[in-house]
């Protein structure tokens, strides 16, 4: 479903993502972590085609993205970390223009929007302003308008922000049985519980490179750690310290 072959991105000097190659096939929920700045963020945007490689090449659903772009984006729903929503628009408004966007019958538009506002338990509010959703209803409704047209992947950058308990198991049921259907989910998260709990295989990239690639278990075997969560695995193989605690008040001690 997704295929990176030797994929570069230099900003001048600076290379943000060095030499990637990887494969994602149908069916999966696939993890993409790493530390701040380590290339998570520029590797998502060159695979939904907001970003050109210098190097390399890039398949979403057998499409080459510089040779058949817009193919390849037909295939795939964003949902990026920061998403930007028409405050002005309703939400019913908003879903109808995402599907006029990517040119679907109107009658399938409103079908699937009705189902999707209902789905995320905004049904109460499609003709209330976004301006007055919260920031979890804001981010319901940008998933609600990334599946709006039935993708065959979902490329998402921290889907669970905002969210409350019950909204992020809705959107880890939803996940689950998207996969199910054979399409894929590829995510990128600093929850490490939710990678851990949804995603079979990981990738950790680390300095514009992929350092660790598998299941929870072949990178605990990986990292030589008997740790069983994600989290100490991640923090093993990124090198990372366990923080410290600074005590705020030492100063004020007798």
Not at 84 to 100: N, V
Not at 176 to 197: D, Y
Not at 198 to 214: D, P, S
Not at 216 to 224: P, V
Request: charged letters at 25%; hydrophobic letters at 40%.
């Amino acid at each position: 479903m997704i295929a990176l072959e030797g994929v570069t991105k230099k900003y001048g000097s600076f290379t943000a993502v060095d030499n990637i190659t990887l494969e994602v096939g149908p069916g999966e929920i696939f993890g993409f972590l790493g530390p701040n700045g380590a290339g998570k963020t520029t590797t998502i945007k060159m695979i939904t085609g907001l970003l050109q490689p210098t190097a390399g090449r890039l398949r979403v659903a057998g499409y080459d993205l510089a040779e058949r772009p817009e193919e390849a984006r037909r295939r795939l729903g964003f949902i990026p970390d920061r998403p930007f929503l028409y405050a002005k628009l309703t939400g019913w408004e908003f879903l109808r223009f995402i599907g006029g966007l990517w040119e679907m019958p109107e009658k399938l538009i409103s079908l699937r929007a009705g189902k999707l506002l209902e789905l995320f338990e905004l049904g109460d509010w499609r003709d209330e302003l976004i301006e007055s959703y919260s920031h979890g209803m804001r981010q319901k409704l940008i998933l609600a308008g990334a599946l709006i047209h039935d993708p065959e992947l979902i490329v998402v950058d921290e889907p669970m922000v905002g969210l409350d308990p019950k909204s992020i198991r809705l959107v880890k049921n939803i996940f689950r049985e998207f996969s199910e259907r054979g399409k894929t989910v590829f995510m990128s998260t600093h929850t490490l519980a939710i990678a851990e709990e949804t995603c079979g295989r990981v990738a950790i990239i680390q300095e514009g490179k992929i350092t660790a690639l598998g299941t929870l278990e072949e990178l605990r075997r990986l990292s030589r750690t008997t740790h069983t969560h994600l989290e100490e695995i991640f923090l093993k193989l990124t090198h990372g310290e366990e923080p410290g605690v600074v005590d705020l008040w030492e100063e004020g001690h007798s």
